[in-house]
C-alpha cells in the first residue's frame, strides 16, 4: 500500500535560518504530492503541491520538487520566519485501486524564534 | 465561498452520551472525509464519502457512523461515547474533475471534542 515517512519533530529554527524538512514516500502508480500546513488552532490548508516527476511546487518561499528516482518531496526554504511556526504534513494521492485516499504523513512541527 | 465549515467548535461529553458533528461544504465537492487527530498520531481516517447517498469506513472506525444524505452535508454521529474518543476532528472535502488525484482537500477549522 502507500506510505509517507516525514521527520520527526520538532525543528527549532532561528529566525533567517535554512529549513528542509524531508519527506518520502512509497506508491503504486503515478502519485500526486503535497505538502500541507497547519497553523496553531486551525484546520489543515494547501502549501503546495506537484502532480508528475520533476514538477517544482512552491509557495510563499516555500519548495519541493518531486523526485521519482529517491522516492522523494523534500520541504524547503531560504530564510523562515517566526510565522512560519506551524505543523507541515506531506501527503500523496493515488489512483490505485480507484479511490482517492490521501495519505498523509504523520506531520512536522517547525519552530521558529525571534 | 464559506468553504468547509463544521459545527460546533467545541463539546465535552460524558461518556455513554451520543452526538453528531456536521460537516457543510459549498464547493460542490464530490469526495468528503472525517479524521481525527491525536498527538504524535497524525491524522487517521474514520470514514469517507465518494459522493451523495455513499459511505465507506476509513482506518478507524469503530464507535462512529456517518451519513451522506446531501452533497454539500457530511455527519459524524457518536452513538455512545468514550473517553478515547477525545479528539480533534477534521472534516475534508474534495473536487472530482480531470484526474482527481491531482487536486487537493479542503479542511474545515476542527471540533475538539471532550469526553468525561
Known amino acids: 500500500g502507500n506510505s509517507v515517512t516525514q521527520m520527526e519533530g520538532p525543528v527549532t529554527l532561528s529566525e533567517e535560518a535554512f529549513l528542509t524538512i524531508n519527506c518520502t514516500y512509497t506508491?503504486?502508480?503515478?502519485?500526486?504530492l503535497f505538502w500541507y500546513v497547519q497553523y496553531p488552532g486551525e484546520g489543515l490548508q494547501l502549501l503546495l503541491k506537484?502532480?508528475?516527476?520533476?514538477d517544482k511546487g512552491s509557495n510563499k518561499g516555500f519548495e519541493a520538487t518531486y523526485r521519482k528516482e529517491t522516492t522523494s518531496f523534500h520541504l524547503e526554504k531560504g530564510s523562515v520566519q517566526v510565522s512560519d511556526s506551524a505543523v507541515y504534513f506531506c501527503a500523496l494521492s493515488s489512483t490505485s485501486g480507484g479511490s482517492y485516499i490521501p495519505t498523509f504523513g504523520r506531520g512536522t512541527s517547525l519552530i521558529v524564534h525571534p | 465561498n464559506a468553504g468547509v465549515t463544521q459545527t460546533p467548535k467545541f463539546r465535552v461529553l460524558k461518556t455513554g452520551q451520543s452526538m453528531t458533528l456536521l460537516c457543510a461544504q459549498d464547493?460542490?465537492?464530490?469526495?468528503m472525509y472525517w479524521y481525527r487527530q491525536d498527538p504524535g498520531m497524525g491524522l487517521r481516517l474514520i470514514h469517507y464519502?465518494?459522493?451523495?447517498?455513499?459511505?465507506a469506513k476509513g482506518e478507524v472506525p469503530d464507535g462512529y457512523n456517518v451519513s451522506r444524505l446531501k452533497k454539500q452535508n457530511f455527519l459524524l454521529g457518536l452513538e455512545s461515547a468514550a473517553p478515547s474518543q477525545t479528539s480533534v476532528y477534521f472534516c475534508a472535502s474534495r473536487p472530482l474533475t480531470g484526474f482527481g488525484s491531482y487536486n487537493e482537500q479542503f479542511f474545515g477549522p476542527g471540533t475538539r471534542l471532550t469526553v468525561l
Open positions: 506508491a503504486t502508480g503515478y502519485p500526486s
Open positions: 464547493m460542490n465537492h464530490e469526495y
Open positions: 464519502s465518494v459522493g451523495e447517498g455513499t459511505t
Open positions: 506537484a502532480t508528475k516527476a520533476d
